[in-house]
């Protein structure tokens, strides 16, 4: 168990559906990453937050967005779901910003019909 | 930013045999991290390695910065050890976000 926690586990939904996924980091960890895991594209970063505030970008759509809250918890939203949506999404936290581990969280799969 | 490549893709071995994975990354590395992806799609943390060689039971690691590359060694393998072995690096020097390999698939048969 890494101490990052993830819900839902599994989410199945629907085309143009929007859906949120949550984080929770390890304790003390001030940092929250995004990944996103396809067949095709492999592990992909989506974004990173510290503290708060949103510190890197990757090959994020549009079409998704996240934050993260005061008690550092991280949402990231998906909208206008397509069929290429559908992955394992992973949530990752670091103690800092630079020269940390990262550890994973269980992962998010979400299948969209 | 940096490439992350690993070798070999797929690894079949019978239970007891000891495996070597490989990764060439094409840029210098101040953090490179292994993972173990298991058939219920978590990803462990196996090492954090930007240098040397660290061992933890079965499984050590070592990396060569100035030669671009790390390589996992497992030994007297398990079917518990079967996954998907992943190494990621940094983007690049300043950065935090991971750029992964392709992974390497590990099937251990009894």
């Known amino acids: 168990d890494s101490g990052v926690t993830q819900t839902p586990k599994h989410l199945i939904t629907a085309t143009g559906q929007r859906v949120t996924l949550r984080c929770s980091p390890r304790?003390?960890?001030?940092?929250v990453y995004w990944y996103q895991q396809s067949l095709d594209q492999g592990l992909q970063f989506l974004i990173q937050?510290?503290?708060?505030?949103?510190?890197a970008k990757g090959n994020i759509l549009e079409r998704f967005s996240a934050q993260q809250f005061p008690d550092l918890h991280s949402e990231l939203n998906l909208s206008s779901l397509e069929l290429g949506d559908s992955a394992l999404y992973f949530c990752?936290?670091?103690?800092?910003?630079?020269?940390?581990?990262?550890?994973f969280g269980p992962g998010t799969r979400l299948t969209v019909l | 930013g940096i490439q992350v490549e690993q070798s070999p893709p797929d690894l079949i071995l019978q239970e007891g045999a000891n495996s070597t994975l490989r990764c060439n990354f094409s840029?210098?590395?101040?953090?490179l991290q292994w993972f173990h992806q298991n058939p219920w799609g978590q990803l462990i943390n196996l090492f954090y390695?930007?240098?040397g060689t660290k061992q933890n039971g079965r499984l050590s690691a070592t990396t060569v910065a100035t030669e671009r590359y790390s390589l996992l060694y497992i030994s007297s393998s398990q079917t518990t050890d079967s996954g998907v072995y992943f190494c990621?690096?940094?983007?690049?020097?300043?950065?935090?976000?991971?750029?992964f390999g392709q992974g390497t698939r590990l099937t251990i048969n009894p």
């Open positions: 304790s003390g960890d001030l940092s």
């Open positions: 937050y510290y503290n708060g505030e949103e510190r």
């Open positions: 990752a936290s670091s103690v800092g910003l630079v020269l940390d581990e990262q550890f």
């Open positions: 990621a690096a940094p983007y690049n020097q300043g950065a935090q976000k991971l750029v």
């Open positions: 390695i930007p240098s």
């Open positions: 840029d210098s590395v101040n953090n």
